[in-house]
């Protein structure tokens, strides 16, 4: 079975600073897809950033980039020129490429509290 | 702007009431999910549904049940409300497309969520 760990419950940062988000799975497969997902407070969860698993490049937007190790099984957030407005909970998801087979059911860590601090 | 609508956003009821949590999407996705989340804390899939007619419970054991009659619509029952079932209901729906590097594919909207209070 697929799992998820998000190892730092909660963290800060500076306004303008950077900083790094952990996400580690377990997975026997070799065809899945990675997600962040941002949930700021009291509002609609929304996709941050998603890689392929075969996929080497790591994948950016704008200030947010990951750091993808597929053989650590490692999936870092990395947040630059951290802003008010990145505050929110962060979470880790896999899932499992419909071409693999079963069901398409997402699993998500148990996320991250990220401050941004003025 | 979301395309996933869930009403109502806020609801305080007594135990024992029936309640129903709507969802609705306007994206023509076929895959609809339901997700449990207490304040601050990770999600747990409830219930999902791959289509008109199919539903299938989720990781989390739930007293709730679901329908997909229509295709934008997915709704959450709960026939006797409790004390337990206090916590907020998320609404996630996902493209139909699995080609890889597909726009959109396997990227989850959510709606804004249902925060229900069981007195």
């Known amino acids: 079975a697929q799992t998820v760990t998000q190892s730092q419950p909660e963290m800060s940062v500076q306004e303008a600073e950077t900083v790094t988000l952990s996400c580690t799975y377990d997975?026997?497969?070799?065809?899945?897809?990675l997600f962040w997902y941002k949930q700021p407070p009291s509002r609609q969860m929304i996709l941050v950033i998603r890689?392929?698993?075969?996929?080497?490049q790591n994948a950016t937007e704008n200030r947010f980039s990951v750091n993808f190790q597929k053989a650590a099984k490692s999936f870092s957030l990395k947040i630059s020129d951290s802003q008010l407005g990145d505050t929110a909970m962060y979470f880790c998801?896999?899932?499992?490429?419909?071409?693999?087979?079963?069901?398409?059911?997402?699993?998500f860590g148990t996320g991250t509290r990220l401050k941004v601090l003025a | 702007e979301a395309d996933i609508y869930q009403t109502p956003r806020y609801l305080v009821i007594g135990t024992g009431k029936k309640i129903t949590l709507e969802c609705s999407q306007t994206?023509?996705?076929?895959?609809m999910y339901w997700y449990q989340q207490d304040p601050g804390m990770e999600l747990h899939l409830i219930h999902y549904?791959?289509?008109?007619?199919?539903?299938e419970k989720g990781d989390l054991s739930s007293e709730s049940t679901v329908s997909r009659i229509r295709t934008e619509h997915f709704p959450l029952t709960l026939e006797s409300a409790r004390p337990s079932h206090t916590s907020q209901y998320l609404c996630?729906?996902?493209?139909?497309?699995?080609?890889?590097?597909?726009?959109?594919?396997?990227?989850?909207?959510f709606g804004a969520g249902s925060r229900l209070t069981v007195l």
């Open positions: 997975t026997s497969e070799n065809n899945y897809y």
């Open positions: 998801a896999f899932m499992k490429s419909q071409l693999s087979g079963g069901t398409y059911k997402y699993i």
């Open positions: 994206m023509g996705h076929d895959k």
């Open positions: 996630a729906s996902r493209p139909n497309g699995i080609v890889s590097g597909e726009l959109g594919a396997n990227v989850l909207t």
């Open positions: 549904s791959y289509g008109v007619n199919s539903t």
């Open positions: 890689q392929e698993a075969y996929k080497q």
